[in-house]
């Protein structure tokens, strides 16, 4: 279903403008990912109201068709975006069979898909998300609740690459959602209520209502945000330091092997050790989403940087090897290299 309305003062059109200058924009052509929701509609609505940039935004809204009505809300979003200026809807359609099990997180990878591709398709390195404080919150609770490290705490970066060729901007990371949801009232912005956002048996539609309890006891969605903030500070420095760690110790790196000197590695911090394995499985993996899970790294690490002889194995497809007489430690693929 569709609303409309019109309420108070919010976020207005040049404090946005003065925001999108603090990220990478280019001219030319961008995407916006539309969900019809007032997070994503309210984004498109400033973007297309924006005069800093000459651009055109392609508005993708992506028809999950995992309800029956999805398709004519994904049309009817179209319509109302149709007439805005500088926007060109497309309805992205994720065809074939559904998944009966983790039907959010398959949904959300289809849908990242759908839109990667269009993009590639299309020459655009830009795509905007209407994330906004609440999902970080959210977010930040649900890495929590998993275990995640620092970096997973750190939440959702405002600037993030996805791939070689697109970069994902989420300029509305500072704002909660009722500020959007008054923005588009005000301006007479109609949006989608989807109800799967009310269904239980959804982990993050039980996390809101945590949130809502934590939110009580002063742990406000503003607070995980600005948490999240000074969490990904740390975060950036920790890689800033990793990658001189990295420059300053490889020996070889090519496409199946890399090579470090070990004898020099070993004289950082664990931290800093943790992060250049862990870029391995990312230059070995560019296109995996997901690497090994922490834990399992962790007793890798433990056992690499022990004064105990290192028992070569294999991980994430990956064979480590250290190599005490030479002072290396050596990282290849398991089927090659």
Known sequence: MLYGGSMGDTLDIHDFETILKGFPVEGGRVAVAVS???????LLWLLSKQTAYDFTAHALIVDHGLREEAQEEADAVRQVVSGWPNVEPHILRWEGAKPEAAVQEEARNARYGLMADYCHAHGIQQLFLGHHQDDQAETVLFRLAKGSGLDGLAGMRAVQSYSDDLTLLRPLLEFPKSSLVELCEQNKIQYVSDPSNRREEFARVRLRRSAEILAGEGLTPKRLSVTARRLNRAAEALDFYAEEAQKNCIIIKNTDRIEFNYKSLQKYPEETIFRVVMTAFVHFNPESEYGPRMEKVEVLLND?????????RTLGGLIFERDDKNGKLVIKRENGG
């Open 36 to 42: 019809g929701g007032p997070d994503s509609m309210a």
């Open 304 to 312: 690499l940087i022990s004064l105990e002889p290192f028992r070569k």
